[in-house]
């Protein structure tokens, strides 16, 4: 039998209630109040908790630049908070929002546009003779994901980040690349293969929009790797 809700606490008893990390953070998952698909997986401190409230916008905690971050603030891309929530153990946080545009900075509605299968793992045997065809998909997401952003370049749908991107210009993609990069070379030396694999995936997507925006296809990148592939070694 379910449980009722216990009556709303106050901000500041919330707040004491929460058991926050040795970091001062708590786990935050974003949900659509009408879909109730989860958006995304973020994190937040006292301060962006509060203002999440006071305000009634997400805001979170970036690990990554060690900074607040409001939820729209550059795509216009807000969620506004229709109810929060918090587990049993009081170590995560169920935020409840109504979005104003898609929630991933890929333009996905959701973080978590991408699926794996459910179905029992094959047997090494089929693995084996599976290996050829499986290894000509391992990056078919790349082609899926330019895919994405060429459309965005020629429909410019509002309020997509890579709208936003475009419409910015080449100064303003060419500043993310940087700031990717500075990032993923920050986690790598940290030694978080969980947050260097974020923000590779961001530094990739970057690039990606890099290249549509100079008209230069993702193939001809790839054939270039093909041919220093085939380049006799010489050491």
Not at 63 to 83: F, I, V, Y
Not at 104 to 115: I, K, L, M, Q, V
Not at 202 to 222: A, G, K, S, T
Request: some cysteine; hydrophobic content about 35%; proline content about 3%.
């Amino acid at each position: 039998m379910s449980q009722p809700l216990e009556q709303l606490l106050p901000l500041g008893s919330l707040i004491e209630q929460i058991k926050w990390s040795t970091d001062g953070l708590v786990t935050a998952v974003i949900q659509d109040n009408q879909s109730k698909d989860v958006l995304t997986v973020a994190y937040m401190n006292r301060e962006s908790l509060e203002k999440t409230i006071t305000s009634g916008e997400t805001w979170l905690w970036s690990r990554s630049r060690q900074e607040l971050w409001h939820k729209g603030a550059t795509s216009g891309n807000t969620q506004t908070l229709t109810e929060l929530r918090y587990d049993c153990d009081a170590d995560a946080l169920l935020v409840l929002v109504s979005p104003a545009g898609p929630a991933c900075h890929t333009g996905a509605e959701s973080c978590f546009y991408r699926a794996a299968a459910t179905s029992q793992v094959p047997s090494m045997e089929k693995v084996k003779s599976e290996e050829s065809s499986s290894s000509s998909d391992r990056f078919a997401v790349l082609g899926e994901l330019e895919a994405i952003i060429r459309e965005r370049h020629v429909t410019r749908p509002e309020g997509a980040y890579t709208t936003y991107l475009f419409e910015k210009g080449i100064d303003k993609i060419l500043k993310k690349v940087g700031e990717e990069t500075a990032e993923s070379i920050i986690a790598a030396k940290n030694g978080d293969n969980d947050e260097l694999r974020l923000e590779v995936s961001d530094l990739l997507y970057h690039l990606l929009v890099l290249l549509q925006e100079r008209n230069l296809p993702l193939d001809d990148i790839m054939s270039e790797l093909d041919r220093r592939h085939e380049r006799p070694r010489r050491d």
